[in-house]
């Protein structure tokens, strides 16, 4: 009906998005984007930046360029999110080997790209670390990466490690260091089941006696 003030597009668009329709949701973004003030996008960082920001894009340049304005107004640990959520992914599809086209050069660039907008943290520097040691190949580098970072929080990604990376071990030091790796996670696993199946803590205790059992033949 032509009605294109920002109050309503903003709603527009937060329908979209909720619904994830995502040509109209870009479509209405365009036109939002246009009529916005740097101060308004500012304000509505939960609606244009906290999910989805691209590398590369206008939305995403814009959020590096304002970052401590950003900080200041909506909180540090929100928008750091958000300024490293697209390399995070990106990183995650080479830990889990989605993605077998990124090289160690890439990693690089991005590991100085998360410098640059003062997000490297302990958590994010584990994961390009993860990523590499994918790269490198072989459970023995996985194992290194995650014995050496047994104090970061992470420990759900550790698990996740010990689950698809141990029954590559064919050594007996090998095997036993994942079994004392998964122990010390034990601890940190969540104790509630969901639907009928068992608890993280449940099932990690059944993969270390099967590596247990493995490790005596």
């Keep these: 009906a032509g009605e294109r003030n920002v109050h309503f597009l903003s709603t527009y668009y937060e329908c979209f998005k909720s619904m994830g329709w995502d ?20 304000a509505r960082f939960e609606l244009l930046f906290q999910e989805g920001v691209k590398e590369g894009t206008k939305e995403m340049e814009f959020l590096v360029a ?11 640990r929100k928008v ?14 080479v830990i889990f080997k989605r993605d077998t086209t990124v090289t160690a050069q890439q990693l690089e660039q991005w590991k100085q790209t998360a ?14 670390d993860l990523a590499k040691a994918t790269l490198a190949g072989g459970s023995k580098a ?15 990604l550790m698990a996740n490690m010990l689950h698809i990376y141990s029954p590559q071990a064919v050594e ?24 009928g199946r068992k608890s993280d803590k449940d099932q990690l205790a059944e993969f270390i006696k099967e590596l247990e059992e493995k490790l005596k033949q």
């Design 66 to 76: 304002n970052r401590d304005e950003f900080r200041k107004e909506h909180g540090e």
């Design 142 to 156: 996985i194992l290194k990466v995650c014995k050496k970072n047994l104090k970061n929080e992470e420990k759900d």
């Design 172 to 195: 007996a030091k090998e095997i036993a260091a994942w079994i004392e790796l998964g122990k010390e996670l034990l601890p940190y696993m969540s104790t509630s089941g969901f639907m």
């Design 115 to 128: 410098k640059d907008r003062e997000v490297l943290d302990e958590n994010f520097q584990f994961r390009l």
């Design 23 to 42: 040509r109209e949701m870009n479509e209405v973004k365009e036109e939002l984007w246009s009529r916005l003030s740097d101060k308004e996008k500012i």
């Design 80 to 93: 750091n999110r958000s300024l490293i959520s697209d390399i995070a992914l990106k990183v995650n599809q």
